[in-house]
């Protein structure tokens, strides 16, 4: 079918399936925040992975890797894999259990995989017999658990995999499957069949989130994504859905670019360096390096640090969704237990700071996090300390309301603790006598609504430069005066002020501070320049159009030595990027060559890529992007010489999305893919 017949299909398809639907995308942004606001409260969630692949438990012909992925990291046939339906007998299953063990953690609600990519549905869906009805167990596991949801008053959300490893309608196969022909396959009857059982499970369950995944396949657009969020909103109007039901989520980093439908960000075992003021957010994270259940997975998290993720990330705005990978028998692995226990006993004293708290302004401090609550016309600031050991006192600086008391949140007593202001900052003494194990909390009141001022911001293409480099400071605070040194020296009211963007032609030290009426209002911020020359290009190149390209087949978790590694096929490329590539899973590929520089310069060079890519210039990485990731940035620069420099691009895909795009920049231009015409290589 050509693209333009396959667009007019989808167009007319769409069409059918709205007309007479409210259109849901353009919902109001006082609409959306009334729908969202006990999600914004809840602040905490439990994410479970459950399913067929429990049985086999990561491993698979003396490979202890896999998880819920199994069918298709290990290749496992469709009639080898379905085999597991007459094994799935979770006798232990308990939802009053599962429930109660998220709410003594403190989580607020549950999101489990109703049906993951393999196809397999833990709920009785009379469209597919490829569920727990079939199994021995023939419970359905989606209705006792909503309704020991109901009964302890916890929301319940339902995960719910748009692509489908098993439908015979869902297109693409994968590629590994040789025999499973397409032949008869129509997409449109899958969705159809998507439709029918998330109609099952919005109006047959009580739930409050339906959250889909495995949208990144080409057969999935935008144009599909719009009207499967809107046919859900049709059914339930106040439910939630994550953006993954469209086609507009930037890799592992999980928020939606402009123009694409969806409630809320999923960044994916990471956390946002900073928040999204404006925009819902929730970080899906593991206790251990799985989603589904692993037996030789002992890599768990202390809980310790989980308090820290989560505290982290409720400073930033964002909610937290922590996994648990129950076992085939349907009970949590104890270590999951433990560590939910270890969590629930920190919030039963502290959760003040994280229930229904904001994200304050005030980050990147030396002692952990800071939440608030705005009361009345005043202020409570949590300042969750996560990093306190060795310290009589913690100072936040930038802040210029006046402090009104403070104790530690745990005292019963509110026993007072001794504060101050010192310039910019407030100054809290701790109470070393009364600090426990785990983070803990000190409650800083203070007069008014926060006035803070942060650090000015100071911007410079790079921190390398061969002349010289512009530099300019920004702040967004009103009334105050940015005032700098170039020495590394913490700027006073006799500083230089800054009134213009400046040069710097030798290697410095820039640190700059806000002030208003000659008094400091914020802290320093800092950032280090560095005059270098320029790396020589080589000398007596014959160049041939094109890099040198080699592919190589293996499963990694990160960029292997390819010098190690055999390759599977040689060519010559004129772009880079994955076209190489003959499969879409587990390959890997390595550019080699020379760049041809125009003129002495500094250059910025990036790379976006899924999964991991390194970037060499002279056999020097100028770009690190490696590791088992969604399609994510990273940048690097370097000084350059014109004529030819040796360059080495190495990448890496498992499994899911592969994409590799490669750009560059100079301060004065624009940034763009690496033309063809600048990439060589020698008959060598």
């Known amino acids: 079918m050509n693209k333009l017949l396959l667009?007019?299909?989808?167009?007319?398809?769409?069409?059918?399936?709205?007309?007479?639907?409210?259109?849901?995308?353009?919902?109001?942004?006082?609409?959306?925040?009334?729908?969202?606001?006990?999600?914004?409260?809840?602040?905490?969630?439990?994410?479970?992975?459950?399913?067929?692949?429990?049985?086999?438990?990561?491993?698979?012909?003396?490979?202890?890797?896999?998880?819920?992925?199994?069918?298709?990291?290990?290749?496992?046939?469709?009639?080898?894999?379905?085999?597991?339906?007459?094994?799935?007998?979770?006798?232990?299953?308990?939802?009053?259990?599962?429930?109660?063990?998220?709410?003594?953690?403190?989580m607020k609600y549950i999101v489990i995989t109703s049906k993951h990519h393999d196809g397999f549905c833990l709920f009785d869906s009379k469209y597919t017999d490829y569920d727990v009805m079939s199994t021995p167990f023939k419970r359905d596991i989606l209705a006792e658990l909503s309704e020991a949801a109901d009964k302890h008053g916890i929301k319940l959300g339902f995960y719910y995999s748009i692509m489908d490893w098993h439908h015979n309608d869902y297109l693409p196969r994968r590629e590994w499957e040789k025999t499973r022909g397409v032949e008869g396959a129509d997409y449109t009857k899958y969705i159809d069949y998507m439709k029918n059982q998330l109609k099952e499970l919005v109006t047959n369950y009580n739930i409050s989130i339906l959250w889909f995944d495995g949208e990144w396949e080409d057969t999935w657009t935008h144009e599909y994504g719009v009207d499967l969020y809107n046919y859900v909103r049709n059914l339930q109007p106040d439910i939630l859905i994550n953006n993954r039901v469209d086609i507009g989520r930037t890799g592992m980093a999980g928020m939606t670019r402009e123009g694409y439908v969806g409630d809320f960000g999923t960044p994916e075992q990471e956390i946002p360096e900073e928040g999204f003021p404006g925009i819902d957010w929730e970080s899906c994270i593991t206790m251990n390096n799985h989603w589904g259940y692993n037996k030789n997975d002992d890599n768990w998290k202390l809980s310790g640090n989980v308090i820290k993720m989560l505290s982290n990330i409720i400073s930033k705005g964002g909610n937290l969704l922590l996994n648990v990978g129950?076992?085939?028998?349907?009970?949590?692995?104890?270590?999951?237990?433990?560590?939910?226990?270890?969590?629930?006993?920190?919030?039963?004293?502290?959760?003040?700071?994280?229930?229904?708290?904001?994200?304050?302004?005030?980050?990147?401090?030396?002692?952990?996090?800071?939440?608030?609550?705005?009361?009345?016309?005043?202020?409570?600031?949590?300042?969750?300390?996560?990093?306190?050991?060795?310290?009589?006192?913690?100072?936040?600086p930038g802040i210029l309301?006046?402090?009104?008391?403070?104790?530690?949140?745990?005292?019963?007593?509110?026993?007072?603790?001794?504060?101050?202001?010192?310039?910019?900052?407030?100054?809290?003494?701790?109470?070393?006598?009364?600090?426990?194990?785990?983070?803990?909390?000190?409650?800083?009141?203070?007069?008014?609504?926060?006035?803070?001022?942060?650090?000015?911001?100071?911007?410079?293409?790079?921190?390398?430069?061969?002349?010289?480099?512009?530099?300019?400071?920004?702040?967004?605070?009103?009334?105050?005066?940015?005032?700098?040194?170039?020495?590394?020296?913490?700027?006073?009211?006799?500083?230089?002020?800054?009134?213009?963007?400046?040069?710097?032609?030798?290697?410095?030290?820039?640190?700059?501070?806000?002030?208003?009426?000659?008094?400091?209002?914020?802290?320093?911020?800092?950032?280090?320049?560095?005059?270098?020359?320029?790396?020589?290009?080589?000398?007596?190149?014959?160049?041939?159009?094109?890099?040198?390209?080699?592919?190589y087949e293996g499963e990694w978790d990160e960029l292997p030595d390819f010098n190690m590694t055999i390759p599977k096929n040689k060519s010559v490329v004129k772009s880079i990027d994955v076209t190489p590539k003959q499969n879409n899973d587990y390959y890997g590929l390595r550019f080699s060559g020379y760049i041809k520089i125009q003129s002495d310069d500094v250059y910025t060079f990036s790379t976006d890529s899924d999964d991991g890519s390194q970037l060499f210039i002279n056999d020097k990485l100028v770009v690190d992007n490696d590791g088992l990731h969604g399609m994510e940035r990273q940048i690097g620069s370097i000084a350059l010489q014109s004529g030819f420099h040796k360059i080495m691009i190495t990448y890496f895909e498992k499994s899911g999305g592969d994409d590799l795009k490669v750009f560059y920049k100079t301060p004065s231009s624009k940034e763009v893919i690496i033309p063809g015409e600048l990439l060589y290589h020698t008959s060598e």
């Open 326 to 396: 129950p076992k085939a028998n349907g009970e949590f692995p104890k270590e999951s237990i433990d560590i939910l226990g270890e969590v629930g006993k920190w919030l039963e004293i502290n959760n003040e700071s994280i229930f229904s708290a904001e994200q304050s302004k005030l980050y990147n401090l030396e002692f952990g996090e800071c939440t608030q609550k705005i009361i009345g016309n005043n202020t409570k600031l949590y300042l969750i300390l996560t990093d306190w050991e060795n310290r009589e006192r913690i100072s936040i």
């Open 401 to 551: 309301n006046k402090p009104k008391t403070s104790y530690l949140l745990s005292d019963k007593n509110k026993t007072l603790l001794n504060v101050h202001q010192n310039e910019d900052s407030i100054i809290v003494s701790l109470p070393k006598d009364k600090l426990s194990k785990y983070s803990n909390v000190i409650v800083l009141e203070i007069f008014g609504k926060p006035d803070i001022t942060l650090p000015p911001i100071i911007l410079a293409e790079s921190n390398i430069f061969i002349d010289k480099i512009e530099v300019k400071l920004t702040t967004e605070r009103e009334n105050v005066e940015i005032k700098y040194t170039l020495d590394g020296k913490v700027p006073t009211a006799g500083s230089k002020k800054y009134e213009k963007p400046f040069t710097v032609a030798s290697t410095s030290s820039i640190t700059a501070r806000c002030f208003r009426d000659n008094k400091p209002v914020s802290g320093p911020s800092i950032l280090e320049v560095k005059k270098v020359s320029p790396e020589p290009s080589k000398k007596n190149v014959n160049p041939l159009p094109g890099l040198q390209c080699s592919y």
């Open 7 to 106: 667009t007019i299909v989808v167009a007319l398809f769409i069409f059918c399936n709205v007309s007479g639907q409210t259109n849901y995308s353009d919902e109001t942004k006082q609409a959306k925040d009334n729908r969202m606001q006990w999600w914004l409260d809840a602040r905490f969630g439990m994410f479970i992975h459950w399913g067929l692949y429990a049985i086999p438990a990561g491993e698979w012909n003396n490979e202890t890797n896999h998880a819920e992925w199994i069918r298709t990291t290990a290749q496992i046939p469709l009639e080898t894999y379905d085999k597991f339906l007459s094994q799935f007998n979770p006798v232990n299953f308990d939802a009053d259990k599962w429930v109660i063990t998220a709410k003594k953690a403190g």
